[in-house]
């Protein structure tokens, strides 16, 4: 993104949209883009954290914008990408980065619900975040979309059958995104966090390799999406993990894996009751 870094009045600087705002990795982005000058739409579900955040930062008042939505509420999403668009205008850069965490096991009819809540924040909420702002940015002839994926879309992880779908299914979303918009100015950008220190993983009771700061994986997102960057891991020992987990054998991969069911994510209050996080923000 051009021109962020000196002194820029508030009406002419970028604007950053921002799904899952209110922690973890969008509160880190959120915070990096506004130390940088940018303006910021920030979307969350809880907004009171937000506010009081926003409120210490003692910036202008025009820089920074707040929306409360769910992003697997489709109509509240859209219509707070319509005011967006009609008190901020069309954003230079949109971060669908609201998404939850949770382990399901297909063999139990109760985690079908669980099912359904992970492919409706992490895939459709995309869908939703980045719809409103395709055609005028199309119109304009230029922007950034970003998908917030995982390592975990490299394959299919025993406990994290939920987890792993959606996130390959954002990679994959965002690929076919890219070639529809070659040529028009819009750059679609898929960020691949590893393990990153948030509330989604605060709770892992599995060893985390690279685990790292949310404000350290902000630091090097930021960069990467300015370049348009088609597809980045952060870390980038975990790009090495990603293509070695790619590029494995499937036979291979299911007998590693395989002895791995211990490691099953699990978030149950009790057998036949859901306890799902929220999404981030």
Known sequence: M????GPTPASAAPLVFITGASSGIGLALARR???????????????????????????????????????????????????CLAEQGVPDTVIANAGISVGVDLALAEDLPVL?????????????????FIGPMVQRGRGTLVGVASVAAARGLPGHAGYCGTKA?????????????????VKVVTLTPGY???PLTAHND??????????AFAARA???????ARFTVIPWPMGVVYAVLRALPRGLFDAVVGAQKHRKKRRREAPGQGKIPPSAG
């Open 33 to 83: 883009y506004l130390a940088q000058g940018a303006r910021l739409a920030l979307v969350a579900r809880r907004t009171d954290a937000l506010q009081a955040w926003v409120a210490q930062q003692g910036t202008d008042a025009a820089r920074v914008a707040i929306y409360q939505a769910d992003v697997r509420d489709t109509g509240t999403l859209s219509a707070v990408a319509a005011r």
């Open 116 to 132: 359904r809540d992970l492919y409706e924040t992490n895939v459709l909420g995309m869908a939703a975040t980045f719809q409103p």
């Open 169 to 185: 299914a954002v990679v994959q979303m965002c690929e076919t995104l890219r070639g529809e918009l070659r040529g028009q100015g």
């Open 2 to 5: 051009s021109g962020l870094g």
């Open 196 to 198: 990153v220190d948030t």
């Open 222 to 228: 930021v960069p990467a999406i300015e370049q348009g």
């Open 206 to 215: 599995y060893p985390m390799p690279f685990l790292m700061d949310a404000d």
